[in-house]
């Protein structure tokens, strides 16, 4: 089982959510992209951890660029909705992109609206 899906189970489904985001950032600042994108969630939602926009923003585009899915769509949906950013929408459909080439589900449907060609 992945680390991360270990700490989801032991921490968050618990509610320990200050164990479950050390215990990501701890991984993230290994460069780890799925914890990365984790610490991007916990930074914005303040779980665990403040609210913080500027960090969850930097954690978000380092699992993006990193090759993570979930992170790509997310970073995606942070141009689309400026949220800590400006909006860009070309930004958002190349990320959209990025997650929907990976068979991201949410990333497709975005692509399909925002008519982003997927296919390379």
């Keep these: 089982m992945d680390i991360c899906n270990e700490l989801i189970e032991k ?28 610490v991007g969630y916990f930074c914005y939602e303040g779980l665990g951890v403040k609210t913080d926009l500027e960090k969850a923003l930097y954690q978000t585009d380092r699992a993006a660029e990193h090759g993570n899915r979930d992170g790509q769509c997310n970073l995606a949906w942070f141009y689309e909705d400026a949220i800590g950013v400006s909006k860009d929408m070309e930004k958002a459909k190349y990320w959209y992109r990025q997650a929907a080439l990976q068979g991201h589900d949410l990333a497709t449907e975005k692509c399909r609206e925002l008519n982003v060609v997927i296919a390379e």
């Design 11 to 38: 921490y968050f489904d618990t509610q320990q959510y200050e164990k479950c985001f050390e215990g990501h950032l701890v991984l993230a600042e290994q460069g780890y992209p799925l914890a990365e994108c984790q």
